[in-house]
C-alpha cells in the first residue's frame, strides 16, 4: 500500500500517442512542470511504432495547441520524457516499464487508454510487478454501467490497494464545482435553508451548444446519460445536497457524499425524457438507426431527511442553444404573498453557473420606486475571474501525483452513482427527435411541474461598470 503521505515518483501514461494526452495531459504535465511539481521520470507508452523524438514533437504540438509553450518547461519535460513503443497485452511492453522505473519506489500510472483496455493493462501491471508500492489512475467512463463498473473494481482491487486507487471525473477538479462546497459549509446563512422546508426545487443543467465534435463513434457506446449524467452531474448534486463532512480529509468527504448517493432514489423509466438531435444520425461513426440519446431531462428524488420531496431535476444536452453549465436552487415562495397578488417563479434562488464562467448569485425581490407596494426581481451577483486557474487535469493529476484523493471517486460511490442511473439504460424505447438549437423534445417540460418550468441558463452578461465584489476574483 502507497501511504497517502508518499509522493510518487515517476509518472506513467498509457495512451501517450493518444487525444486526450494531446490534449489535457501534456498542457498539464507542461503547468506542473512549471510549478516544480514534476520532478521525475515521465514514461509514455503507446503502440504507434513512434520514436521518443516523435513522442516529444507530438508534445510540442500539444502546447501549442493549448495555446502555450513555456520552453524553459516544455525543454524539462523532453528531458525527463521517455517513450515505450509496445503492445498493451504483452508482457515485454512491461519488462521495458519495470527497467525504465528502475529507482523509482512509487510510480503513479494513468490509464489514458479506452476502457476495454483497462483489465489487461491492470493485469499486467500487476503480473509485472510495476503494480507494487504504486498508484493508478483511471479515466472516465469508468464501466458501462453498474456491472461493468463492478467488475472494473474487482479487476482494479486485484492488483491495488483502494487508497492507491484514483478514479477521476475532471469536473471535480473544476474550481467552480469545488467552490460549491467551500460555499455551503463555510457560510452560516445557507444552512438554515439549506433543506426540505426551504427549498422547492433544484435545477441542474448542462448545455452544450456543440454536436458530438467528430466523436460519434465513441458517443455511440455511451450516450448523455453515461457520458456526463451519471459521473458529473450525480457528482455535482452530492456536493450540493450531502451534509457536511465531520473533517476536511478526503475520507470524510467521501462518506458524506456515499451516504448522499445512496440516498438518491433509482431512476424509474418515467422520471427520464430522452432526445436526439436532427442530423445525429448523419455524423461519421452514427447508425443510420441510433437510438442513443444526446440530450436527457430527468427528476431525481433524494430520500434523505434533508430532502425528502425536493425534487432535483438535471438536464444535459449537446445542440442546445447555449454552452453553459448552471444550478438554480428555487425556494420556497413565502407563506402569505401581502404584497403583490402573485409571486413569479423562481423569484428567490441561488444560482451557481460553473462553466464557462463561474457566477454566484441570489434571486431576491425588492420595493420596485413608487407610491404603490409592488415589487421586482433582481440579482445579486458574484463573479469570478477564472483567467489564472489550474486546469482540472493539472489539478488532478497534482492531487494524485501527492496521494490526495479528496477529489477522486471511491469504489461505492462509483457503483451508487451507476445504481441511481442503471435502471434507465439502454430503455426499450425510441428517443424524441429536437432540433439543433433548441431545449430539447417538448416532452421534457413534463419533467418539471407546469409552475415551475426549466430554467434556461442564458449568455452571462457581463455588466459594464463591473467590479469585483470584495474577497471574489
Ligand atoms: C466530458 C464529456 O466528460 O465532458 C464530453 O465526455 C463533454 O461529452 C465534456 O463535452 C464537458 O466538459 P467541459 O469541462 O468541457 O465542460
Same mark, same amino acid.
Given at each position: 500500500?502507497?501511504?497517502?503521505?508518499?509522493?510518487?515518483?515517476?509518472?506513467?501514461?498509457?495512451?501517450? !500517442?493518444?487525444?486526450?494526452?494531446?490534449?489535457?495531459?501534456?498542457?498539464?504535465?507542461?503547468?506542473?512542470?512549471?510549478?516544480?511539481?514534476?520532478?521525475?521520470?515521465?514514461?509514455?507508452?503507446?503502440?504507434?511504432?513512434?520514436?521518443?523524438?516523435?513522442?516529444?514533437?507530438?508534445?510540442?504540438?500539444?502546447?501549442?495547441?493549448?495555446?502555450?509553450?513555456?520552453?524553459?518547461?516544455?525543454?524539462?519535460?523532453?528531458?525527463?520524457?521517455?517513450?515505450?513503443? %509496445?503492445?498493451?497485452?504483452?508482457?515485454?511492453?512491461?519488462?521495458?516499464?519495470?527497467?525504465?522505473?528502475?529507482?523509482?519506489?512509487?510510480?503513479?500510472?494513468?490509464?489514458?487508454?479506452?476502457?476495454?483496455?483497462?483489465?489487461?493493462?491492470?493485469?499486467?501491471?500487476?503480473?509485472?510487478?510495476?503494480?507494487?508500492?504504486?498508484? #493508478?489512475?483511471?479515466?472516465?467512463?469508468?464501466?458501462?454501467?453498474?456491472?461493468?463498473?463492478?467488475?472494473? &473494481?474487482?479487476?482494479?482491487? /486485484?492488483?491495488?490497494?483502494?487508497?492507491?486507487? @484514483? +478514479?477521476?471525473?475532471?469536473?471535480?477538479?473544476?474550481?467552480?464545482?469545488?467552490?460549491?462546497?467551500?460555499?455551503?459549509?463555510?457560510?452560516?446563512?445557507?444552512?438554515?435553508?439549506?433543506?426540505?422546508?426551504?427549498?422547492?426545487? #433544484?435545477?441542474?443543467?448542462?448545455?452544450?451548444?456543440? %454536436?458530438?465534435?467528430?466523436?460519434?463513434?465513441?458517443?455511440?457506446?455511451?450516450?448523455?446519460?453515461?457520458?456526463?449524467?451519471? &459521473?458529473?452531474?450525480?457528482?455535482?448534486?452530492?456536493?450540493?445536497?450531502?451534509?457536511?463532512?465531520?473533517?476536511?480529509?478526503?475520507?470524510?468527504?467521501?462518506?458524506?457524499?456515499?451516504?448522499?448517493?445512496?440516498?438518491?432514489?433509482?431512476?424509474?423509466?418515467?422520471?427520464?425524457?430522452?432526445?436526439?438531435?436532427?442530423?445525429?444520425?448523419?455524423?461519421?461513426?452514427?447508425?443510420?438507426?441510433?437510438?442513443?440519446?444526446? @440530450?436527457?431531462?430527468?427528476?431525481?428524488?433524494?430520500?434523505?431527511?434533508?430532502?425528502?420531496?425536493?425534487?432535483?431535476?438535471?438536464?444535459?444536452?449537446?445542440?442546445?442553444?447555449?454552452?453553459?453549465?448552471?444550478?438554480?436552487?428555487?425556494?420556497?415562495?413565502?407563506?402569505?404573498?401581502?404584497?403583490?397578488?402573485?409571486?413569479?417563479?423562481?423569484?428567490?434562488?441561488?444560482?451557481? +453557473?460553473?462553466?464557462?464562467?463561474?457566477?454566484?448569485?441570489?434571486?431576491?425581490?425588492?420595493?420596485?420606486?413608487?407610491?404603490?407596494?409592488?415589487?421586482?426581481?433582481?440579482?445579486?451577483?458574484?463573479?469570478?475571474?477564472? !483567467?489564472?486557474?489550474?486546469?482540472?487535469?493539472?489539478?488532478?493529476?497534482?492531487?494524485?501525483?501527492?496521494?490526495?484523493?479528496?477529489?477522486?471517486?471511491?469504489?461505492?460511490?462509483?457503483?451508487?452513482?451507476?445504481?441511481?442511473?442503471?435502471?434507465?439504460?439502454?430503455?426499450?424505447?425510441?428517443?424524441?427527435?429536437?432540433?439543433? /438549437?433548441?431545449?430539447?423534445?417538448?416532452?421534457?417540460?413534463?419533467?418539471?411541474?407546469?409552475?415551475?418550468?426549466?430554467?434556461?441558463?442564458?449568455?452571462?452578461?457581463?455588466?459594464? &461598470?463591473?467590479? !469585483?465584489?470584495? %474577497?471574489? /476574483?
Amino acid at each position: 500500500m502507497t501511504p497517502a503521505s508518499h509522493s510518487s515518483d515517476a509518472f506513467v501514461f498509457f495512451g501517450a !500517442t493518444g487525444d486526450l494526452a494531446y490534449k489535457k495531459i501534456f498542457p498539464a504535465l507542461q503547468a506542473l512542470i512549471r510549478r516544480g511539481e514534476l520532478d521525475m521520470p515521465v514514461i509514455g507508452i503507446a503502440k504507434a511504432g513512434w520514436t521518443l523524438e516523435q513522442l516529444r514533437q507530438r508534445a510540442r504540438e500539444s502546447l501549442e495547441h493549448a495555446g502555450e509553450v513555456d520552453e524553459q518547461a516544455y525543454a524539462q519535460l523532453c528531458r525527463r520524457l521517455h517513450y515505450i513503443d %509496445g503492445d498493451y497485452a504483452d508482457p515485454d511492453t512491461f519488462r521495458k516499464l519495470g527497467k525504465a522505473l528502475a529507482g523509482a519506489m512509487h510510480p503513479l500510472h494513468y490509464l489514458a487508454i479506452p476502457p476495454s483496455l483497462f483489465p489487461s493493462v491492470i493485469k499486467q501491471l500487476a503480473e509485472s510487478g510495476c503494480a507494487r508500492d504504486a498508484r #493508478v489512475v483511471v479515466e472516465k467512463p469508468f464501466g458501462r454501467d453498474l456491472a461493468s463498473a463492478r467488475a472494473l &473494481n474487482r479487476v482494479l482491487h /486485484g492488483a491495488f490497494e483502494e487508497s492507491s486507487i @484514483f +478514479r477521476i471525473d475532471h469536473y471535480l477538479g473544476k474550481e467552480a464545482v469545488q467552490n460549491l462546497l467551500y460555499f455551503r459549509f463555510a457560510n452560516t446563512f445557507l444552512e438554515p435553508v439549506w433543506n426540505r422546508d426551504y427549498v422547492q426545487s #433544484v435545477q441542474i443543467t448542462m448545455a452544450e451548444d456543440f %454536436g458530438v465534435q467528430g466523436r460519434g463513434g465513441f458517443y455511440e457506446e455511451t450516450g448523455a446519460l453515461r457520458d456526463v449524467v451519471q &459521473n458529473h452531474l450525480l457528482q455535482v448534486t452530492a456536493l450540493l445536497a450531502m451534509d457536511a463532512p465531520v473533517g476536511h480529509d478526503a475520507a470524510s468527504l467521501r462518506a458524506e457524499k456515499l451516504r448522499l448517493f445512496r440516498g438518491m432514489r433509482p431512476l424509474r423509466p418515467d422520471d427520464v425524457v430522452r432526445g436526439q438531435f436532427d442530423g445525429y444520425r448523419d455524423e461519421p461513426g452514427v447508425a443510420k438507426d441510433s437510438n442513443v440519446e444526446t @440530450f436527457a431531462a430527468l427528476r431525481l428524488h433524494i430520500d434523505t431527511w434533508r430532502w425528502a420531496g425536493v425534487p432535483f431535476y438535471i438536464r444535459a444536452g449537446k445542440s442546445l442553444p447555449v454552452t453553459a453549465t448552471e444550478i438554480l436552487v428555487d425556494l420556497k415562495v413565502p407563506p402569505l404573498a401581502i404584497f403583490d397578488t402573485i409571486e413569479p417563479p423562481q423569484s428567490n434562488y441561488f444560482r451557481f +453557473r460553473l462553466s464557462p464562467e463561474v457566477v454566484l448569485s441570489t434571486g431576491a425581490r425588492v420595493k420596485r420606486p413608487g407610491e404603490d407596494m409592488r415589487g421586482q426581481s433582481v440579482e445579486l451577483v458574484a463573479r469570478r475571474d477564472i !483567467t489564472d486557474q489550474q486546469t482540472p487535469y493539472e489539478r488532478l493529476l497534482g492531487d494524485a501525483l501527492r496521494g490526495d484523493a479528496s477529489l477522486f471517486t471511491s469504489d461505492e460511490s462509483v457503483e451508487a452513482a451507476w445504481a441511481v442511473v442503471d435502471p434507465v439504460l439502454d430503455l426499450d424505447m425510441p428517443v424524441l427527435p429536437y432540433a439543433p /438549437g433548441s431545449w430539447g423534445p417538448a416532452a421534457a417540460a413534463g419533467v418539471v411541474t407546469e409552475l415551475e418550468g426549466w430554467h434556461d441558463p442564458a449568455p452571462e452578461p457581463i455588466p459594464e &461598470n463591473a467590479t !469585483t465584489p470584495p %474577497g471574489v /476574483g
